[in-house]
């Protein structure tokens, strides 16, 4: 080797200044590379195949709901019995005949189900997939651009080993995530999210009894409060079929635009003994996500947050009409939900600082004062058809007037049917073409 100035192994390692290069500097020596510069691929990619599994997509799946269950685990986590299972479904039966008095919208419950913490977090997977894997997508991204050009193309078949170890890592984060909030959540659709499969009402016995235990309220009124809250999310998507999709779509473009934290990766990369394979799983430890967020990121945020209040004010409206003169417990438990869903606890603190992502309603009073106002100015068909189409919905300026949300609104009693046809494509479509032939106003 010539020791000529700009031919020393610094100067050969493309990977110079990247978060990669302490990475690979370290593999060249542990592949016998003692300095020599880039190490030979075909042995690094060997030695990196040690400790990532292969899998599609962007992320494993295998190591999030393995870690997942794991972390689930750390808690006794008992198969429902026969009788907790017999009182799920007695439960939201009893709420589904409660609700038909309180909603216009017929039962969305075809099956129910109690659901141990590690069954949730299988029953929900596929739900997470879609939540996720644009995160994933966006870190290994990430990694891609903080290569200059010359290592891109030196690294060639290196890169998609190394979207792999990224996927790894978002995989191992998630999982802790998930299992963190199996902790905590009492339902399919708890945080306001329809994570289940369509239809299925199920809520978790283990976390509905340590809510109970902290209560001074029967466990029997609590069961059938929570199952009243689980069988109106699934009326509400079952009615309102976009509704699915516009919730998951705007996750999805919030995991688009987010931003990685690519110094923490580069930290993180430093700490990889390459000789020890049980030393990256140390290293996916922590949050990889930079909270900073770009406007985009942002807008979509603020339409998550408001759709999240609007469902979980309209389910919280809906219970509070459906339980007013048959549960004197109601009202105390209705306060406990609203302050437990608007602070989150602290697996939701942790799902956030992992995954970057928060799930609160944060204004959901207003959402169900709103949707309440509603009910009283115009009636349950009114209320419940503004769910019709997201573009429908009350805004964040409606929200900031929750009592004057469509307070000029004529009822839908006081229209035929083709004034409210012709009047609902108006605010859809926008004024119908005048034509041609129309004569400008004076």
């Known amino acids: 080797m010539s020791n000529t100035p700009g031919d020393g192994p610094d100067e050969q390692n493309p990977f110079k200044g990247t978060p990669f290069e302490q990475l690979f500097s370290g593999l060249a020596g542990g592949l016998g590379g003692a300095g020599a510069g880039m190490p030979d691929l ?10 990532m599994q292969p899998h599609d997509g962007p992320v494993n799946w295998a190591v999030v709901t393995d870690t997942a269950r794991k972390v689930s ?5 008992p198969t429902p019995s026969q009788a907790q299972r017999d009182a799920v479904a007695d439960a ?63 690294a060639g078949p ?21 299992g963190a909030l199996s902790s905590e959540v009492l339902g399919a659709s708890d945080i306001g999210l329809p ?13 509905v009894d340590a809510f109970a235990a902290e209560l001074d309220v029967s ?45 923490g990766i580069e930290e993180k990369l430093r700490e990889i003994d390459p000789t020890n394979p049980m030393a990256m799983q140390s290293a996916m430890e922590g949050g990889l996500f930079d909270l900073a967020k770009s406007p985009a990121q942002q807008a979509a945020l603020e339409r998550l947050e408001i759709t999240l209040a609007l469902v979980e004010g309209w389910v919280d409206e809906v219970v509070s009409q459906a339980t007013e003169t048959r549960m004197p417990t109601a009202a105390k438990l209705q306060e406990t939900v609203r302050r437990r869903r608007a602070a989150g606890g602290p697996a939701e603190d942790a ?32 209320r419940d058809g503004v769910w019709m189409h997201p573009d429908l919905l009350p805004t964040a300026a ?10 000029d609104a004529a009822s839908p009693e006081s229209l035929s049917d083709e004034d409210f046809d012709a009047g609902l494509r108006e605010l859809l479509d926008g004024p119908a073409d005048p034509g041609p032939d129309a004569q400008p106003d004076e």
């Open 42 to 51: 075909s042995a690094l990619m060997s030695q990196m195949q040690a400790f």
């Open 73 to 77: 685990a750390q808690e006794a986590d």
């Open 92 to 154: 939201v039966r009893l709420a589904d005949h409660w609700l038909d008095e309180a909603t216009e919208f017929p039962s969305g419950v075809s099956t129910t189900a109690a659901w141990s913490r590690a069954e949730w977090i299988v029953e929900t997977t596929d739900v997470w997939k879609r939540l996720v894997e644009p995160i994933a997508g966006s870190a290994v991204g990430a990694l891609g651009n903080a290569l200059p050009e010359e290592a891109r193309a030196m």
């Open 158 to 178: 290196l890169l998609g080993m190394l979207g792999k170890a990224t996927g790894a890592m978002v995989a191992s984060q998630v999982g802790q995530g998930v």
């Open 195 to 207: 994570l289940g499969p369509d239809g299925k009402a199920a809520l978790l016995p283990a976390n």
């Open 219 to 263: 466990a029997d009124d609590v069961l059938l409060y929570l199952a009243l809250r689980e069988a109106a999310h699934q009326r509400l998507f079952a009615n309102a079929p976009w509704l699915r999709e516009h919730l998951i779509g705007a996750v999805t473009a919030y995991g688009q635009g987010i931003e990685i934290n690519t110094a």
């Open 351 to 382: 799902f956030a600082a992992l995954v970057g992502l928060e799930l609160r309603p944060r204004r959901l009073r207003d959402a169900s004062t709103l949707w309440g106002s509603l009910r009283t100015r115009q009636g349950t068909e009114a």
């Open 398 to 407: 409606d929200l900031d007037d929750p009592l004057g949300f469509r307070e």
